[in-house]
């Protein structure tokens, strides 16, 4: 019996970092509308999301350090609850991006709206598909779908660094828009950090599937 209340504990556990999961998407999604569309009615939306996150974030903590201290789990059920710590950090950084985008498109309120040669909507599509499958990996304990994500954060770092050079080019060139450059800037680096925090919820499953430690040799595939 004790056992199996350890199971239905960890389920417990994982069903709420899922739920927080499914705020930090929306989070980021909504911020990204706001700054698409400039409806600043859905910043306010984000600003109560995120404060939902940083409520759901103290919870999870709070429930695997309980585990952690009564039960000294071992083996896959320890990793389990290590990842759901770290990947608890992860949503909440999310979270926090999302804020960051929303307060670009605050910033944007009363500058002229021009068309800029890049493509933010793709950039964001492309976050949105590695932090879903991320946690699709989670939900079905699927370190090979995790791998996936790994190979999606080159092409989002890439994307980055164009929006980078070619903003900058564009300032050079008309420094005339420059706010509207700059805070797209800010969201391209924003949704890059948002990817780099799905690469690490990846890793982390991988952690707990296979209890093997992928950081380092991701970083190293990136530096070759």
Same mark, same amino acid.
């Given at each position: 019996?004790?056992?199996?209340?350890?199971?239905?504990?960890?389920?417990?556990?994982?069903?709420?970092?899922?739920? =927080?999961?499914?705020?930090?998407?929306? !989070?980021?999604?909504?911020?990204?509308?706001? +700054?698409?569309?400039?409806? #600043?009615?859905?910043?306010?939306?984000?600003?109560?999301?995120?404060?939902?996150?940083?409520? !759901?974030?103290?919870?999870?903590? %709070? =429930?695997? +350090?309980?585990?952690?201290?009564?039960?000294?789990? =071992?083996?896959?059920?320890?990793?389990?609850?290590?990842?759901?710590?770290?990947?608890?950090?992860?949503? %909440?950084?999310?979270?926090? *991006?999302?804020?960051?985008?929303?307060?670009?498109?605050?910033?944007?309120?009363? /500058?002229?709206?021009?068309?800029?040669?890049?493509?933010?909507? @793709? $950039?964001?599509?492309?976050?949105?598909? $590695?932090?879903?499958?991320?946690?699709?990996? #989670?939900?079905?304990?699927?370190? &090979? #779908?995790?791998?996936?994500?790994?190979?999606? @954060?080159?092409? /989002?770092?890439? $994307?980055?660094?164009?929006? *980078?050079?070619?903003?900058?080019?564009? =300032?050079?060139?008309?420094?005339?828009?420059?706010? *509207?450059?700059?805070?797209?800037?800010?969201?391209?680096?924003? #949704?890059?950090?948002?990817?780099?925090? !799905?690469?690490?919820?990846?890793?982390? /499953?991988?952690?707990?599937? &296979?209890?093997? @430690?992928?950081?380092?040799?991701?970083?190293?595939?990136? !530096?070759?």
């Amino acid at each position: 019996m004790p056992r199996i209340h350890f199971h239905q504990q960890l389920i417990a556990l994982k069903d709420k970092l899922l739920a =927080m999961a499914a705020l930090s998407q929306q !989070a980021l999604s909504l911020a990204l509308e706001a +700054y698409l569309t400039g409806d #600043l009615g859905l910043c306010e939306h984000v600003t109560e999301i995120e404060a939902a996150i940083n409520a !759901a974030e103290r919870d999870v903590d %709070e =429930m695997a +350090y309980d585990l952690l201290a009564k039960e000294q789990p =071992m083996a896959i059920d320890l990793r389990f609850i290590l990842a759901v710590i770290k990947i608890n950090g992860d949503l %909440e950084r999310i979270g926090d *991006q999302a804020t960051n985008i929303a307060q670009r498109a605050q910033a944007l309120v009363g /500058v002229p709206h021009i068309e800029l040669p890049i493509d933010i909507p @793709d $950039m964001g599509e492309k976050v949105g598909v $590695m932090i879903r499958t991320a946690l699709q990996s #989670l939900l079905e304990a699927d370190a &090979r #779908l995790a791998e996936e994500v790994l190979t999606m @954060d080159d092409q /989002v770092d890439e $994307m980055n660094r164009l929006v *980078q050079a070619d903003l900058v080019d564009l =300032m050079q060139r008309r420094p005339e828009v420059s706010a *509207q450059a700059l805070n797209a800037i800010i969201v391209s680096r924003n #949704l890059e950090r948002s990817a780099d925090h !799905a690469t690490n919820i990846a890793e982390d /499953v991988i952690f707990w599937v &296979r209890g093997s @430690d992928v950081r380092h040799q991701h970083s190293l595939a990136q !530096a070759e």
